[in-house]
T-cell receptor, first 114, second 115 residues
Framework: AQSVTQPDIHITVSEGASLELRCNYS??????LFWYVQSPGQGLQLLLK??????LVQGIKGFEAEFKRSQSSFNLRKPSVHWSDAAEYFCAVAFKAAGNKLTFGGGTRVLVKP | KAGVTQTPRYLIKTRGQQVTLSCSPI?????VSWYQQTPGQGLQFLFE???????NKGNFPGRFSGRQFSNSRSEMNVSTLELGDSALYLCASSLPPWTDTDTQYFGPGTRLTVL
């Protein structure tokens, strides 16, 4: 079955440390890939997206993600986290043929320790 | 440019009632999608509208319906509310036809509580 998996439900990281959030998808074709962030009580904000081309994608707030076709992964990274990065992060996929339907992973909640 | 707006932000209803949620897309955006977010099921696609036509539909019962107006504003309706319909309902807008350079922008959501 087609799915998006975020293996880590919670991650705790110290302020200033690096962060990596994992995302794997299970689809026959390469989908379009997204990372969104959601702060408490808020909607979703797009961090970055991958459609084609360079497999290392830069986003807002210092985030980047790398698409690895061989591993069906699209992991999100940040070299040095700030307390304001505490939020829930969602990986999502879409297919052009399916219109604007996004399929989301279960999310990873990031806690930042001072 | 103003973002996606959703009204109301919070809503409390009782079982059996019906509810209508509203979404105004970013100016110039013509596609509106709706998502339901719950702790148990996560984020799930409800439906998408473009040019007043439903273009795509998720796996939800017929109690969930929507429509889009000529100004691209969209409403979704849930009839005969059940406790399990308590959720954050998110609206997203984009510029179709869906191209490689475009994406969806989300509103703040409507928090629906069914008692």
């Amino acid at each position: 079955a087609q799915s998006v998996t975020q293996p880590d439900i919670h991650i705790t990281v110290s302020e200033g440390a690096s962060l990596e959030l994992r995302c794997n998808y299970s689809y026959g074709a390469t989908p379009y890939l997204f990372w969104y962030v959601q702060s408490p009580g808020q909607g979703l904000q797009l961090l970055l997206k991958y459609f084609s081309g360079d497999t290392l994608v830069q986003g807002i707030k210092g985030f980047e993600a790398e698409f690895k076709r061989s591993q069906s992964s699209f992991n999100l990274r940040k070299p040095s986290v700030h307390w304001s990065d505490a939020a829930e992060y969602f990986c999502a996929v879409a297919f052009k043929a399916a219109g604007n339907k996004l399929t989301f992973g279960g999310g990873t909640r990031v806690l930042v320790k001072p | 440019k103003a973002g996606v707006t959703q009204t109301p932000r919070y809503l409390i209803k009782t079982r059996g009632q019906q509810v209508t949620l509203s979404c105004s897309p970013i100016s110039g955006h013509r596609s509106v999608s709706w998502y339901q977010q719950t702790p148990g099921q996560g984020l799930q696609f409800l439906f998408e509208y473009f040019s007043e036509t439903q273009r795509n539909k998720g796996n939800f019962p017929g109690r969930f319906s929507g429509r889009q107006f000529s100004n691209s504003r969209s409403e979704m309706n849930v009839s005969t509310l059940e406790l399990g319909d308590s959720a954050l309902y998110l609206c997203a807008s984009s510029l179709p036809p869906w191209t490689d350079t475009d994406t969806q922008y989300f509103g703040p959501g409507t928090r629906l509580t069914v008692l």
